[in-house]
Nanobody, 117 residues
Framework: QVQLVESGGGLVQAGGSLRLSCEVS????????MGWFRQAPGKEREFVAG?????AVKGRFTISRDNAKNTVYLQLNSLKPEDTAVYYC?????????????????WGQGTQVTVSS
């Protein structure tokens, strides 16, 4: 089965940077459009950025993919306390990037990002 594993989260001061990774196994990574979402306590999960299987990107943070490593990355720069959330990656096969969570087929378990002021 397809599995997504996020990593790279942690505690960072405001203004700092983090690079999140999401490694995909069990499927054909090059055929997946990948999305990053985040969910803060008490809030709904929201779309952050996405990249299609062809490399087209969308969103507020920099996203990239390495098909040789079956991995998608999310570069978080100039972080603010309001960026604190659990960040999730998600996959959908051969479909455009969309912000609706229900349209993604696979999800990772999430990685915590905490930005201190």
């Amino acid at each position: 089965q397809v599995q997504l594993v996020e990593s790279g989260g942690g505690l960072v001061q405001a203004g700092g940077s983090l690079r999140l990774s999401c490694e995909v196994s069990g499927g054909t990574f090059s055929s997946y459009s990948m999305g990053w979402f985040r969910q803060a306590p008490g809030k709904e999960r929201e779309f952050v950025a996405g990249i299609t299987w062809l490399g087209a990107v969308k969103g507020r943070f920099t996203i990239s993919r390495d098909n040789a490593k079956n991995t998608v990355y999310l570069q978080l720069n100039s972080l603010k306390p309001e960026d604190t959330a659990v960040y999730y990656c998600a996959a959908r096969r051969l479909q455009p990037i969309v912000s609706e969570t229900s349209l993604y087929d696979y999800w990772g378990q999430g990685t915590q990002v905490t930005v201190s002021s």
